[in-house]
């Protein structure tokens, strides 16, 4: 098995995916207006999408914005395949700070359209996740490259596994422009990490260097280009980046 540091560190050149739980805190669902879900809510984003501390944050016309969440991402370090939630913590190589950037416009489109297609108005086409003999439907829109956001370049020296003893008993925080918008502790996670990844290694195959990202707390809101973030782990490490707009390149 991999050493923490060295599985973070493969992040880029490794990690085949980037898993996303949503809302994995109870608070969180209820001010989106979201029932608390009863098995996790999964989600897929590139690992392109992978931006280095001190980075900027691009924003892709014709959106003004994106939605901010905090959350803490969990590193695999091995390959995991319907491992049981009594040894799963033994399948994490690390820990990182990482920030899903989300496209709330589009998102609340989305879920518009899926509703007219679950009440029969529009066709429903058949968009899944698989493996052979699993499919998952997709349930979240994803945005494009640099919409998610991990501090890999800090983090790979600071988070190993052993750093973090108790994985679901710190703080995590995030500002805008100096102004703390959200604060909350990963105890208040609904699907805990060795259920998640006990759940998620039973539809598809979990290698080494693949992320989890486990749910942001409440205080979820809007950055607006020219607007700094600072998110952190209380007391361990801080990150910070700057909203830009994305200036498309034509070839």
Known sequence: MATSASAIQ???TVGTKIIGVGRNY????????????????LFL????????????????EPLEGLDHEVEL????????????????????GGYALALDMTAREIQSVAKVFRGLQLRGKIPSPRSALFEPNVVVSLQRLVA???????SFSIVSAQLPKSMLPDPHNIELWL???GQIRQKGSTSDMIFKIPFLISHISSLFTLLE????????????????IGQRIEAGITDILDIHFDVARRNRVIH
């Open 10 to 12: 493969k992040l880029l």
């Open 175 to 177: 500002k805008v422009d």
């Open 26 to 41: 109870a608070a969180h669902a209820k001010e989106l207006g979201n029932a608390v879900p009863k098995e996790p809510v």
């Open 144 to 150: 494009e490259d640099h919409a998610l956001h991990l």
């Open 45 to 60: 984003k590139p690992t392109t999408s992978y931006l280095e501390n001190g980075g900027k944050i691009e924003v892709p």
């Open 209 to 224: 260097g693949d992320v989890i990202l486990t749910g942001t707390p409440k205080g979820v809101g809007p950055v607006k």
């Open 73 to 92: 991402a969990v590193v695999i370090g091995q390959r995991a395949r319907d491992v049981p939630e009594a040894t799963a913590m033994d399948y994490v």
